[in-house]
């Protein structure tokens, strides 16, 4: 009877030892940026979402974070070559002049109207650090400016030389 008790309580624990020490299941977001499920026994600073008891739930729940994770939108930047862009990023950056727009199609309609009113820069005249006299191109005037707006660098210029004559000595 020891003996029959005995075999029936190994063969439980080999039985159930798979599931009684089943590690669980979390949804990561590697360095790359791709979402993975991969199997641990606790959660890693990379996960954004579990535990889940199978690779499957962990599976179904990654399409839906992983979309969620990756919902950035469109903004549209005036790059430093002057150049106008659409681009794809999560929150709006330092050279953003329009956004956020849902999809692509839509953030390239409104470019086209937001860098026509972009590249109405102006000209102005400043004096720098150096008290010398210089044309620049900005969207408004400055604390240096001395005068300023005009429609094109010829204009500016023009007004440069009288403006900032050199004193005779």
Same mark, same amino acid.
């Given at each position: ?6 075999? $029936?309580? !190994? ?7 798979? +599931?009684? +020490? ?7 977001? *590697? ?9 641990? *026994? /606790?959660?890693?600073?990379?996960? &954004? ?8 739930? %962990? ?15 469109? +903004?549209? &930047? #005036? ?15 330092? #050279?953003? &002049? ?5 999809? /692509?199609?839509?953030?390239?309609? %409104?470019? /086209?109207?937001? $860098?026509?009113? %972009?590249?109405? %820069?102006?000209? +102005? ?9 210089? !044309?620049? /191109? ?16 010829? *204009? ?8 900032? #004559? =050199? =004193?005779?000595?």
């Amino acid at each position: 009877m020891r003996i029959m008790v005995g075999l $029936c309580l !190994v063969s439980f624990l080999f039985v159930s030892a798979p +599931y009684v +020490y089943a590690k669980t299941w979390f949804v990561i977001k *590697d360095s790359q940026g791709i979402c993975r499920t991969i199997e641990a *026994d /606790e959660k890693t600073p990379k996960s &954004i979402g579990g535990p889940y008891k199978s690779e499957a739930e %962990a599976d179904k729940a990654k399409e839906k974070l992983c979309t969620q994770a990756s919902a950035a939108k469109w +903004y549209i &930047i #005036k790059d430093t070559n002057n150049v106008c862009r659409s681009i794809e990023a999560k929150e709006k950056t330092p #050279k953003s &002049i329009g956004g956020p727009y849902k999809t /692509e199609a839509e953030a390239d309609k %409104a470019k /086209e109207k937001l $860098c026509a009113q %972009a590249s109405k %820069a102006k000209w +102005y005249i400043i004096k720098d650090t150096n008290n010398v006299c210089r !044309v620049i /191109e900005a969207d408004d005037r400055t604390p240096k400016t001395i005068a300023g707006p005009f429609n094109n660098q010829a *204009d500016a210029e023009k007004a440069k030389e009288k403006a900032c #004559k =050199k =004193k005779e000595k």
